[in-house]
């Protein structure tokens, strides 16, 4: 194993990317190793800021910062010196990296993303105690002409909030002419996005916080000809003028449309409507809507429009209808469905979360994974869906707490007490039974947040499981019951059962939370 070459062990390397502890063992074994995976390590240094700022992440962000400083031409130091930066006291008797770590940066970033403190310039995080604002924007650029400078292929850029003028930077035509991923606010500064246009061409995946028309950003999305990634977040008020529906931004990606397989739009559903008919091609689609607001979407009138590539659709605070369309456009290819906080326009049959569940179960066949809401009332249709989608791998099932718009207040009054908001002792008995008898055989992850099962009830149907594959299983108590949650003896039962059925091995996984969507069903891109 040891005697891999490079070019394997560079390939390997690379499928564990996100596995730091494992290419951090990686860098014992000989030299050729090391060499290997110290390049994969340092493609994106930053992730190790991306935590709680502690006294050991302080220390190894000033170990990281330490090296790019010893990289620094003796220009940039002479003139750093001259502006009362002195970052060079401290490193005298510092000896030469071993290897030209900058050259490997593929990503460059400079947001903080952690908890509290998200969108926060790194170096006023780490700086701010030594230099003045002045001082800390010179410094900024300064390193970003290295990076220019030596990164031979930035992959990734973050440009929000970002002050300089990277296309004008020594190099900047080698090391941004394979950009391949662009992190921006449409607030950003035009210049850059326009001096960025002269040089890349081949962005594939965009994600741009939208607030405000912008013609540099315009330009710069219009001259791309590989994008096939595009995500859109919204504040919660753009004027009327600025919606990408009406802005020069927005016409641009509507060129791009047929080229898109990826789609995430938040708040701006309007904008969706505009391109739903030209996304041809479009694998992955993610709306999100907002809690507050109900918006209509006039889908019906591209009769003749098919999604027949989409593979995931992940919905939240949209009406089902808007889901229900969408879903009808498809030719069986879904293999995924995320639907959360849903809402409904009134109570009729056709908007609610019956009539999702079936459609689901008429134009899914090849589903995978989907999360639902469901209470006493859909039972039947989610036997139905287990009957139907033969391939379902994973099922999460939350409760019915549907977001009401338009409705009838007091009707909504009458249903509040019993259908909505309660959930009869014995739905859980009736759904264990209907998974019992109509899982199909591929079913094996299993999560029911918001429901209280007896030790009895669960018993018998871990025994019935025995001989389908092993179960993963999440959140089974109901987090928001004292009955269940707080009860000693309870917990006990349940821990000792699943205990029980872990050792006959009709239980490989178990944990009381949600569904992590992006690791145990992947999401992402």
């Known amino acids: 194993m040891s005697n891999l070459n490079k070019d394997i062990l560079l390939y390997i390397f690379e499928e564990l990317f996100e596995d ?18 110290v390049t994969i390590l340092w493609k994106d240094p930053w992730i190790f800021l991306n935590r709680t700022l502690t006294l050991k992440l302080q220390k190894r962000a000033n170990i990281f910062f330490n090296i790019i400083f010893l990289n620094l031409s003796e220009e940039s130091r002479n003139y750093l010196l001259s502006e009362g930066i002195d ?86 035509e080698k090391s941004l002419l394979e950009l391949n991923e662009l992190n921006c606010r449409s607030d950003d500064d035009s210049e850059l996005f326009f001096g960025l246009a002269h040089i890349c061409k081949s962005i594939e995946s965009i994600h741009i916080l939208h607030n405000y028309s912008n013609d540099g950003l315009a330009k710069l999305i219009e001259m791309q000809q590989k994008l096939k990634y595009l995500k859109i977040d919204e504040p919660t008020y753009v004027s009327h003028n600025d919606k990408l529906s009406n802005c020069n931004i927005g016409q641009e990606i509507i060129k791009h449309a047929h080229n898109l397989i990826y789609l995430s739009i938040e708040r701006d559903l309007e904008f969706f409507e505009t391109l739903f008919s030209k996304l041809i091609n479009i694998q992955k689609l993610k709306l999100c809507g907002t809690s507050d607001k109900w918006i209509s979407l006039n889908l019906d009138k591209h009769l003749e429009f098919v999604y027949s590539e989409l593979q995931v659709l992940n919905v939240s605070q949209i009406t089902y209808s808007i889901a229900i369309e969408i879903i009808k456009k498809t030719t069986g290819s879904i293999q995924k469905i995320w639907a959360d906080s849903m809402h409904i326009r009134n109570l009729s049959l056709n908007s609610n979360t019956g009539h ?26 989610l036997e139905s869906l287990l009957t139907n989608c033969k391939l379902l791998e994973g099922l999460y099932i939350y409760k019915d707490k549907i977001t009401f718009t338009t409705i009838n207040m007091s009707l909504l009054q009458n249903q509040r007490s019993s259908t909505y908001n309660n959930i009869n002792p014995s739905f859980t008995d009736k759904l264990l039974d209907k998974l019992i008898r109509f899982a199909p055989r591929t079913l094996y992850k299993i999560g029911i947040n918001y429901c209280n099962f007896k030790i009895t009830v669960l018993d018998r149907f871990f025994n019935h499981w025995k001989g389908r594959k092993t179960l993963h299983l999440y959140s089974i108590v109901d987090k928001d019951s004292n009955d269940c949650f707080y009860n000693l003896n309870y917990i006990n039962e349940m821990k000792n059962l699943i205990e029980k059925y872990t050792n006959e091995g009709v239980i490989k996984k178990f944990q009381n939370c949600n569904f992590n969507d992006d690791k145990d069903f992947k999401w992402c891109y």
């Open 20 to 37: 730091k502890n494992s290419l951090y063992s990686c860098l014992r074994v000989n030299r050729l190793w090391c060499e290997t995976a």
């Open 87 to 172: 970052i060079f006291k401290d490193l005298s008797l510092q000896k030469s990296p071993l290897f030209d770590y900058i050259s490997f940066i593929k990503y460059i970033k400079n947001q903080y993303c952690y908890m509290t403190i998200n969108g926060k310039n790194i170096y006023d995080i780490l700086f701010k105690n030594d230099y003045n604002d002045s001082q800390r924007f010179i410094l900024e650029k300064e390193i970003y002409k290295l990076f220019v400078s030596k990164c031979s292929r930035i992959k990734y850029l973050d440009i929000t909030d970002f002050k300089h003028p990277l296309y004008k930077f020594p190099g900047s």
């Open 356 to 381: 999702f569940i079936q459609c689901i179960s008429q134009f899914c066949p090849n589903l995978k994974y989907v999360r639902i809401a469901l209470n006493d009332d859909y039972l039947d249709k």
